[in-house]
């Protein structure tokens, strides 16, 4: 199982970016993907999470009303949509992969390389 995070770059303060999160190697319908971010000195934070069982969708409490994830089976893609974008989003996004499974019970197995997303103020 491959994930690649793409999308990241600088934008101001206010602004809109669209993060994609490319899938590949599993065949398996059942499946939850994870988006995640990492800032210097800072913990890992989950930003959200979809289910393809029935497309629930599940945000951090830092991105709710702001972020929205939704996925793409024809083209094996995730996606994480940022709006309103503070500078305090700024960091490493990361998504990740539990094949078998669904945002309710979920434990990250495959994780991608991440894109830098930047907030200027």
């Known amino acids: 199982v491959q994930l690649q995070a793409s999308g990241g770059g600088l934008v101001q303060t206010g602004g809109s970016l669209r993060l994609f999160c490319a899938v590949s190697?599993?065949?398996?319908?059942?499946?939850?993907i994870g988006w995640f971010r990492q800032a210097p000195g800072k913990e890992r934070e989950g930003v959200s999470c979809?289910?393809?069982?029935?497309?629930?969708?599940y945000y951090g409490e830092s991105v709710k009303g702001r972020f929205t994830t939704s996925r793409d089976n024809a083209k094996n893609t995730v996606y994480l949509q940022m709006n309103s974008l503070k500078p305090e989003d700024t960091a490493l996004y990361y998504c990740?992969?539990?094949?078998?499974?669904?945002?309710?019970?979920?434990?990250?197995?495959?994780w991608g390389l991440g894109t830098q997303v930047t907030v200027s103020s």
């Open positions: 990740a992969a539990d094949i078998g499974s669904s945002c309710d019970h979920v434990w990250y197995d495959y």
């Open positions: 190697g599993f065949t398996s319908d059942y499946y939850a």
């Open positions: 979809i289910s393809s069982s029935d497309d629930s969708t």
